[in-house]
Every structure is written in C-alpha cells, then in structure tokens.
C-alpha cells in the first residue's frame, strides 16, 4: 500500500520529472502531495528518491460534497488525498484501517525523511499488532546542519502555520463531506497524529493557527503522540497553543526520557528552557485533560550498553546526530532519542495506545499517578 507526503519543499524539473530541490530550504506556503511506495530497505538513496510520485496540483479554495464512488486519481492535489484516504480507511479490515500523521524532527535531509517514513511503515503498518495501514507524512524543508538549528527553528515554525492552514481545507472537506443531506457515510476508522523532536515545534505552531479558526475546533484526531519532544517543557502549560490539543484529539500521549542525550544538547546551547521530551511537563498538574505522560528512561540500557540491534535507518540515523554535534555514544544515544524506532517495549506501548487501549491497562506499564506511568523494568 502506498503511503502519503505532504512537502512544502521547493519542487523543480528535472530531465521533464518533478521532484523535490534538496538544496533550496525555503518553507514554502504552500504544498505538495506525493505518493510514496515504500522500497527494500537496502535500496540506494537514488531508490528511494524515485519512489515518489508528485501527483498534480490546483488551487482549490473550496470543496463540494465528496463522491465516495469517485476515482481519486483523476482528482488533484489535497482532493485526491483526501478522497484516497476515506476509500482506503472505509474499505479495510476493522482492526486495520487507521491513518498517521507524522511530524519529523530537526536536521532531516529529503532522503531520511524517505528512510525515515520507511522505518515508520515497518513498525506501525506492517506489524499487524499496529492499527496502522496508512502515514500521511509531512515533510518540511529542514537544513540538516547543526550551524543551522536556529534555522531550522523559523522554518519548524513557518511550516507548521501553513499546515495549519491546510488544516482548514480538511476542515472544509469533512464539514462538506459529512454533513447534511449529501453526507457520505463514516468510514468507522480512526486518524492519528504523531511528532518527533522538533516536530512537535511544527505542532506548536500548527495549533497557533488552527486556535484562531473559528468553527474549526474539530475533534479530528483520535491519538495524539508527542515523542522525544524537542519543545519547551511549558508547552502543555495553561494558555499555551498545545493546552488546546484535547480539542482536536481524543486523548495526547506525551513520551519523554531523562537520558535524551540529542535533548540534553539542544536545552544547554540552543534553548533557555528544559525540554518537554526529557523532563516531561513542567508542572503536570496543568496538563489538559486527558493528558498522558510516559516516562520511558531506561537506566539499564544506559549504564550496561544494553543497545537493541540496528538497521538501513540507524545510518541515516546516525548522521542526524552527527550534524547535531554529538560525536560520541552515537548508537546508545540514537535509541534513547529514537525509542520509539529501536526499543520493543516503547514500540509496545505506542502500538497499545493506537489499538485505543486504556493509559492504567496497557502491559508493562507502571502507575505513579493518573496521569504518570513509567515503563517497568525488565
């Protein structure tokens, strides 16, 4: 099955072929979508790069009421996604037809981005444990050189206001599409949305947005999952944009880690504040509703160099910590900040809270309060 990319990378022609510039890093207002068929893992970066397909685009400032009969190939840009997804979601299996959203995080090139979405298919589509059959992933124009993190930033954050206002578009379908007399059924399937590391920046921004649309507050999304977040500890504070994420979700999951190295590096040299994926919440008695927080910490895997085995993505991987200026303890630190790729029981627990499972009877898990757990010891 393919997968989905939402880019606002600059597009250009080559040899008559569109494809992404991976030398420009301007976040572009607006986007395009491509299908990507996820190939072998050993694949060539070249490979991987020709499993994107940019489909045609148009603006479109509004939508009619969606045919669900309709071939969503003749149809373009968000229109084809959008319509591309229902049929999908409504036609799969009930235990497998969920959607995910993905955020990526800081120093990504195109092609991790691509390795990255790769790994992502195989943990969370292809285990039949995972809900999962389908990522929507957003892939924004980030530099990948540690000199340009303050770069990066203002792009996060540029790119996420624009998805934010495409957010009104999925707004504008799924009001035109589900409601009144032309209303389509409902596929009965579930939409997910996930960031990683400075993704969750992208996030924060995105809901900046989205709060000022008025009528928008849709509860669009079931699990939200903030992983390894490279966002200031006060993020879920009282005021804050991500205080609002109970009202496009049913429940957020917040997973942080105290022996996030890449974290540790980012709150010494880059940022005034503590970070939410290695502290966790800066006062957990002022998270929204129905807010979860994970601490998966592992003192084990840090003082016996207990370290999972790795694979294609570990390469890339690599280098991202690499152009982040961490040069030693790269492969602990790469599943410390990348947990949720490398570690079974953090894969488990995410797995458990896309099936919709309750935070208190999810296996391994160990209660502090109603709001904290933590991952048991093995």
């Given at each position: 099955?393919?997968?989905?990319?939402?880019?606002?990378?600059?597009i250009v022609?080559?040899?008559?072929?569109?494809?992404v510039?991976?030398?420009d890093?301007e976040?572009?207002?607006s986007?395009?979508?491509?299908?990507?068929?996820?190939?072998?893992?050993?694949?060539?970066?070249?490979?991987?790069?020709?499993?994107?397909e940019?489909i045609?685009?148009?603006?479109?400032?509004?939508?009619?009421?969606?045919?669900?009969?309709?071939?969503?190939?003749r149809?373009?840009?968000?229109?084809?996604?959008?319509?591309?997804?229902?049929q999908?979601?409504?036609n799969?299996?009930?235990?497998k037809?969920?959607?995910?959203?993905?955020l990526?995080?800081?120093?990504?090139?195109?092609?991790?981005?691509?390795r990255?979405?790769?790994?992502?298919?195989?943990?969370y589509?292809?285990?039949?444990?995972?809900?999962?059959?389908?990522?929507?992933y957003?892939?924004w124009?980030?530099?990948?050189?540690?000199?340009?993190?303050?770069?990066?930033?203002?792009?996060?954050?540029d790119?996420?206001?624009?998805?934010?206002?495409?957010?009104?578009?999925v707004?504008e379908f799924?009001a035109?599409?589900f409601?009144?007399?032309?209303?389509?059924?409902?596929?009965?399937?579930?939409?997910?949305?996930?960031?990683?590391?400075?993704?969750n920046?992208?996030?924060?921004?995105?809901?900046k947005?989205?709060?000022?649309?008025d009528?928008?507050?849709?509860n669009?999304?079931?699990?939200v999952?903030l992983?390894?977040?490279?966002?200031?500890?006060?993020?879920?504070?009282?005021q804050?944009?991500?205080?609002?994420?109970?009202?496009?979700?049913?429940?957020?999951?917040?997973?942080?880690?105290?022996?996030?190295?890449?974290?540790?590096?980012s709150?010494?040299?880059k940022?005034?504040?503590?970070?939410?994926?290695r502290?966790?919440?800066?006062?957990?008695?002022?998270?929204p509703?129905?807010?979860?927080?994970v601490?998966v910490?592992d003192?084990?895997?840090?003082?016996?160099?207990?370290?999972?085995?790795?694979?294609?993505?570990?390469?890339n991987?690599?280098q991202?910590?690499?152009?982040?200026?961490?040069?030693?303890?790269?492969?602990?630190?790469?599943?410390?900040?990348?947990?949720?790729?490398?570690?079974?029981?953090?894969?488990?627990?995410?797995?458990?809270?896309f099936?919709?499972?309750?935070a208190?009877?999810?296996?391994?898990?160990?209660?502090?309060?109603?709001?904290l757990?933590?991952?048991?010891?093995?």
């Amino acid at each position: 099955m393919d997968h989905w990319i939402i880019t606002n990378r600059q597009i250009v022609k080559v040899g008559g072929r569109e494809t992404v510039n991976e030398k420009d890093h301007e976040p572009l207002p607006s986007f395009r979508i491509a299908k990507f068929t996820v190939p072998a893992a050993d694949a060539s970066d070249d490979a991987y790069r020709a499993a994107v397909e940019l489909i045609p685009d148009k603006a479109d400032s509004s939508y009619r009421p969606a045919d669900p009969q309709a071939d969503p190939d003749r149809l373009k840009g968000t229109a084809q996604i959008f319509l591309s997804l229902y049929q999908a979601m409504s036609n799969a299996p009930a235990d497998k037809g969920d959607t995910l959203v993905f955020l990526h995080g800081f120093n990504y090139s195109w092609v991790d981005s691509l390795r990255h979405l790769a790994k992502l298919h195989e943990l969370y589509v292809a285990d039949a444990r995972s809900p999962i059959a389908q990522i929507v992933y957003f892939s924004w124009p980030s530099f990948g050189d540690v000199l340009k993190y303050h770069s990066d930033q203002p792009i996060a954050l540029d790119s996420g206001s624009a998805l934010g206002r495409l957010f009104r578009k999925v707004g504008e379908f799924y009001a035109s599409s589900f409601a009144g007399k032309s209303a389509v059924p409902y596929c009965g399937r579930k939409l997910h949305l996930a960031a990683h590391s400075m993704g969750n920046q992208v996030l924060d921004a995105f809901c900046k947005v989205v709060n000022g649309f008025d009528g928008l507050h849709l509860n669009l999304f079931s699990e939200v999952v903030l992983l390894n977040a490279d966002a200031d500890w006060s993020v879920l504070d009282p005021q804050q944009p991500l205080a609002n994420l109970n009202e496009y979700s049913d429940r957020t999951h917040v997973y942080c880690n105290h022996h996030d190295e890449a974290l540790l590096i980012s709150e010494t040299t880059k940022n005034r504040e503590k970070r939410l994926g290695r502290h966790g919440p800066k006062d957990i008695a002022d998270i929204p509703p129905r807010t979860v927080v994970v601490d998966v910490t592992d003192d084990v895997l840090t003082t016996a160099g207990k370290v999972p085995d790795l694979d294609q993505f570990a390469a890339n991987a690599e280098q991202i910590l690499r152009r982040s200026g961490l040069l030693i303890g790269l492969k602990e630190t790469l599943v410390q900040h990348w947990g949720y790729l490398y570690r079974p029981d953090i894969i488990a627990d995410v797995q458990a809270v896309f099936r919709g499972e309750s935070a208190s009877a999810i296996a391994a898990r160990s209660k502090k309060t109603d709001d904290l757990f933590s991952l048991k010891p093995k």
